[in-house]
């Protein structure tokens, strides 16, 4: 059992991050964040899509008063994403749940004061979001674009809330290779109680960031590192979220929804099992309750699998047997094995 390592609970409006919550996972819209109307549908689409905390860029003042209209329109926690102009964050202050810096780019110490301030008044928290790509130039010159760098200023900056007495913090440690990013969340992590927010950072379209951030996400999680997270693709919104899904489900941090086993493809198989696993994966995409199915092709592993399998078909030449936790209950053409299989796992997610 993966043992997660402790650190303070923070809220994000709503949604607690850190502690004994459950691993969060975001997304970020890619609209115009002024254009009020494109970000509400961006931001519902991802509530849609399982999202629980969701991210707006925040470049210039009118996004910055676009918030509060957004705010009004969503249900999801809002958090502002904050470079270069520290003003801007004290306007989204006004209406977001959490503000997020880059201390790379805001500069002048004062301004970080500033944003500080605002965030105690409102009770917000604040990210602290280290980027390898825009380090301060003080750690850049000493470290260079390395985890030691954003390590180093991770600490400075946490230790600067601190200091006026701000503890409401989450911290992220992005680069754009699973390495150094891996690498810098684990020198970090037992050096303070604040919880992480996990990605790898401009991981690209949708095949390289799953790879990307399966690797670098999972191993952390598998240590226990992390509270919430992101997986950035180059790509459709909702991508980002099933990917984040499958990575908390896959690495077992997160028990929910089917864990569908199935053959990869060989000469043994007996059936048209791409096409059976991608209808099952489709009529079952509803159900929320972690069960173990498989789908299973031939007679080599078919009966051995499906043996400790919640619900399992093993199929047969032109016929195949559905199995419910190791008992054959139905014996079947090939035609109807899929509406059955269907049937029994609705039928045993229904009595969980």
Known sequence: MIKRYPTKKIFVGDVAVGGDAPISVQSMTYSDTH????????????????ADIVRVAVPDMEDALALKAIKEQISLPLVADIHFNYKLALIAAQSVD????????IGDKNKIKEIVKACQERNLPIRIGVNAGSLEKEFDDKYGPTAEAM?????YNIKFLEDLG?????????ASDVQRTVEAYRMLRPKNIYPFHLGVTEAGTIFHATVK?????GTLLLEGIGDTMRVSITGELEEEIKVGRAILKDSGVAKEGLNIISCPTCGR???DLVTAVAEIEKRTAHIKTPLDVSVMGCVVNAIGEAKHADVAIAYGKGKGLVMVKGEVVANLDEK???DRFVHEVEDMAGKE
Request: hydrophobic residues 50%; negative net charge; aromatic residues 6%.
């Open 151 to 155: 390590v180093a200023s991770a600490d």
């Open 98 to 105: 959490c503000i997020r810096f880059n201390p790379g780019n």
């Open 336 to 338: 109807e094995l899929v």
């Open 35 to 50: 254009n009020v109307a494109a970000t509400v549908e961006q931001i519902n689409r991802l509530h849609f899509a399982g």
């Open 166 to 174: 701000f503890s409401d913090i989450k911290i992220s440690l992005k």
């Open 213 to 217: 951030s399966a690797i670098g996400l």
């Open 269 to 271: 198989i007996e059936a």
